[in-house]
């Protein structure tokens, strides 16, 4: 929507400049590119200018709708500027009402937008190390929309960031997504996880929606090549409370790390 409405300023502006100066016909797509790019600029200047202005010290405890309005209008830009296809599957079974947790696998940095795009109705709030919370722009935007930072070297910092999200289902801020294996796969492979995320479920009582994402790290790749890079996301199931009630968190995290091999085959299963 971004940039579809940029261009049509620039054609729209364009076109009343030609008209009026009668310039030669040649000079029309120069004024398009020209005033284009300065569109663009003005957009990452704003996009400057919101961030900018987060304190990231300051505690947040209400989602901004402003920022998450923003942020998905950005996304959506940033997707079609990468040449991103989106295919996904099974997406019309997300709950339509209440909160609930939603777990995926991680191969890439642009995981997190991917989700956010496909599940911009859903509110979702992201679990996420805190190192990214020093990253241009993102950091601002999830601190807005309530993500939340773990330390994933530091178990009680992290247990602290669990109750929190805990904290945001139970008052209904929030739906929360969590990447399980901790870190992005290096090789592609889905990695064990890590069963206390599976906490947030099992204290809020809420579904879990298990989800599967491939080929998000082929996007920069076939970027340099200008192709297109096809990314696929399914929702593969979603497990209600009374069918995970008297796991622990490990049969839990199981149970999810099967479903999610179901989806993706068992060539993305990891061995030692």
Same mark, same amino acid.
Request: charge should be positive.
């Given at each position: ?5 940029i261009?049509?300023?620039?054609? &729209? ?27 663009? &600029?003005? /957009?990452?200047?704003? *996009?400057?200018?919101i ?7 300051k ?31 099974? &997406? ?14 991680? *191969? %890439? ?9 496909? $599940?911009?109705?859903?509110?979702l /709030? ?11 722009? #993102? ?18 910092q ?10 945001l ?18 090789d592609?492979?889905?990695?064990? $996880?890590?069963?206390?995320? %599976?906490?947030? /479920? ?10 599967? #994402? ?5 996007? %920069?790749?076939?970027?340099?090549? &200008? ?23 490990? /049969? ?5 790390y099967?479903k ?7 060539? %993305?299963?990891?061995?030692?």
């Amino acid at each position: 929507m971004l940039l579809k409405t940029i261009a049509g300023v620039s054609a &729209l502006v364009s076109c009343v400049v030609y008209a009026c100066m009668g310039w030669a016909l040649w000079t029309l797509p120069l004024l398009f590119v020209g005033i284009y790019g300065l569109l663009f &600029l003005l /957009a990452v200047a704003f *996009l400057w200018a919101i961030c900018a202005v987060v304190d990231l010290d300051k505690p947040q405890e209400e989602d901004s709708p402003f920022y998450r309005r923003i942020m998905h209008l950005y996304i959506e830009a940033l997707i079609q500027l990468v040449r991103v296809r989106l295919h996904t599957k099974g &997406l019309e079974n997300t709950p339509k009402e209440g909160r609930f947790l939603l777990v995926c696998n991680h *191969l %890439f940095i642009a995981d997190p937008g991917i989700v956010l795009h496909c $599940f911009r109705k859903s509110q979702l /709030a992201f679990l996420t190390k805190k190192e990214n919370y020093d990253l241009p722009f #993102i950091g601002a935007f999830m601190h807005r929309i309530l993500c939340q930072p773990i330390d994933r070297e530091n178990d009680r910092q992290a247990l602290k960031s669990i109750i929190k999200c805990i904290q945001l289902i139970k008052e209904d801020k929030v739906s929360v997504c969590a990447f399980p294996e901790g870190y992005t796969s290096k090789d592609g492979k889905l990695h064990p $996880f890590r069963p206390g995320v %599976f906490k947030i /479920a099992q204290k809020t009582n809420v579904p879990i929606v298990v989800c599967t #994402i491939q080929n998000t790290r082929q996007i %920069f790749k076939n970027l340099k090549h &200008l192709r297109h890079t096809d990314v696929e996301l399914h929702l593969v199931d979603i497990i209600p409370p009374e069918a995970y009630a008297g796991m622990n968190t490990v /049969a839990l995290s199981d149970m999810v790390y099967e479903k999610m091999i179901a989806d993706l085959g068992e060539d %993305f299963r990891y061995s030692q």
